[in-house]
């Protein structure tokens, strides 16, 4: 019988109930040593014969996610008539491989890119995909995309000064993704770029892309100029690659989002940032040790639903884990952190910064900054994850985590444990009192 995914969160009253282990966790508990046993024999040539350790330690933090025993938190209705509590166990941050994780880090990324960075102005969503050849060099040189990622963005800029007919400042968010269907490894970027930039005197000249055939053969000869380079493919396979009559590179730009609408502004911002796997794809057979992967139909493959062996989707899915500290997302020119440190100076910004920006920049004066340097600060302190957790339950589940479902009090942290024997005894309470933890395994706590 197949373990459905189904959540652990009821909105029918408004209730929040902690989450607790998922199918992904007991897929990894299940089949991850067996992967790690034969990865040299079945999986170390085609991916990565150093990524190993860093699989492991990511692994090792998921495992741990959401398991009670590993430390709890405990929150109490501030209510002295009612005192209801509950437990919290601890999160991993994988984003890439924690579904729960990853969706927290989706939906901060998303309000960060609404509240604080995106100009009320038109913007269009990018993608630029590669021809396969070309995509494995991205797998086995994982911080290639960085590089590549800058010359997009100075082609933008370029080409925006064309049209222009004189020097303009622009913005673009662009995020390196390499999932596709199936996990497939697809290297491509997405963007959110402004459609247009200000000049000298602080006018904003609107550019309207349409016709992007100069720009995709522009970008083709880019890419296979930098390849070639960097010695990663010779001359003649570059002139193969130019002689080629569906060349595989291509650019779309055909989704725009105008500067006031909020709600597309922070679909995209998600989209841009989202996982290479989602909890209601898949389904496990623990018996024949399977994986089924469920999807839209894709036009390539001719089919929507693909069976994995569990150790073989282990492999696909673990792909993705990017280097230690490496960020996938990167912002550039007026989005860029060091130009957003003057945008105080800039009028024409301030008219159309967000009101997020406004209440905390407004007064803070930066220093001079260059056009066009890259920010590759997207992550958020830990302090911001903290604060916003009971608010992105809100708008993931619908739910006040904060919000006593008893008395409609406050409820708030009163302590954080650790001692396993304690939680031990925690656990076992709760189980007796009928107030089991979701995915808790009661005989393990006899």
């Known amino acids: ?56 330690s990511v692994v090792k933090n998921f495992l741990d996610c959401g398991d009670y025993i590993k430390g709890i938190a405990r929150i109490r209705c501030v209510n002295p008539n009612c005192g209801f509590d509950y437990f919290v166990p601890f999160s991993c941050k994988g984003f890439y491989l924690c579904p729960s994780c990853s969706q927290k880090r989706t939906l901060l990324f998303s309000e960060s890119m609404v509240n604080d960075v995106l100009l009320f102005l038109p913007h269009k969503q990018y993608v630029w995909t590669f021809p396969r050849a070309l995509r494995v060099f991205f797998k086995h040189d994982r911080k290639l995309f960085g590089e590549v990622s800058r010359l997009i963005f100075q082609m933008i800029q370029s080409f925006y000064n064309e ?130 992967f469920k999807t839209k139909y894709n036009d390539y493959f001719r089919e929507n639903v693909k069976m994995f062996d569990a150790e073989d989707f282990i492999a696909d899915l673990t792909l993705h884990i990017p280097p230690k500290n490496v960020q996938y997302i990167r912002r550039y020119g007026l989005y860029a952190s060091r130009t957003r440190g003057i945008w105080a100076s800039m009028p024409e910004v301030i008219a159309r910064a967000p009101q997020g920006w406004k209440n905390e920049h407004l007064n803070n004066v930066g220093t001079e900054a260059e056009d066009g340097k890259e920010d590759r600060d997207i992550s958020l302190s830990e302090k911001e994850r903290r604060s916003a957790w009971a608010r992105l339950l809100a708008k993931i589940y619908e739910v006040r985590a904060f919000t006593c479902p008893k008395c409609n009090s406050e409820m708030s942290i009163i302590s954080i444990i650790m001692d396993p024997e304690e939680i031990h005894k925690i656990l076992q309470h709760l189980v007796k009192i009928g107030r089991s933890p979701p995915g808790i395994n009661t005989a393990s706590l006899n």
Do not use: C
């Open 1 to 56: 019988m197949a373990i459905s995914t189904s959540p652990t969160i009821s909105t029918t009253q408004n209730k929040y109930i902690p989450r607790g282990r998922n199918v992904l966790h007991t897929i990894f508990e299940n089949h991850f040593q067996d992967f790690v046993d034969h990865y040299e024999e079945k999986y170390e040539k085609d991916y990565g014969k150093y990524r190993l350790d860093r699989i492991i």
């Open 163 to 292: 049209a222009a007919g004189k020097k303009i400042k622009t913005a673009a968010v662009i995020s390196f993704q390499t999932a596709g269907d199936f996990l497939r490894f697809n290297s491509h970027y997405h963007g959110i770029v402004l459609e247009g930039g200000f000049d000298e005197k602080g006018n904003f000249v609107f550019i309207p892309f349409g016709n992007l055939d100069k720009m995709s053969e522009y970008f083709r000869r880019m890419i296979i100029k930098f390849f070639l380079e960097r010695k990663l493919i010779n001359e003649r396979f570059a002139q193969n690659l130019l002689t080629w009559r569906h060349s595989g590179f291509s650019i779309n730009n055909e989704i725009r989002i105008n500067g006031a609408d909020e709600k597309a502004r922070e679909n995209l911002s998600q989209y841009i940032a989202r996982p290479p796997i989602s909890l209601k794809k898949i389904f496990y057979e623990p018996f024949k040790s399977k994986v089924l």
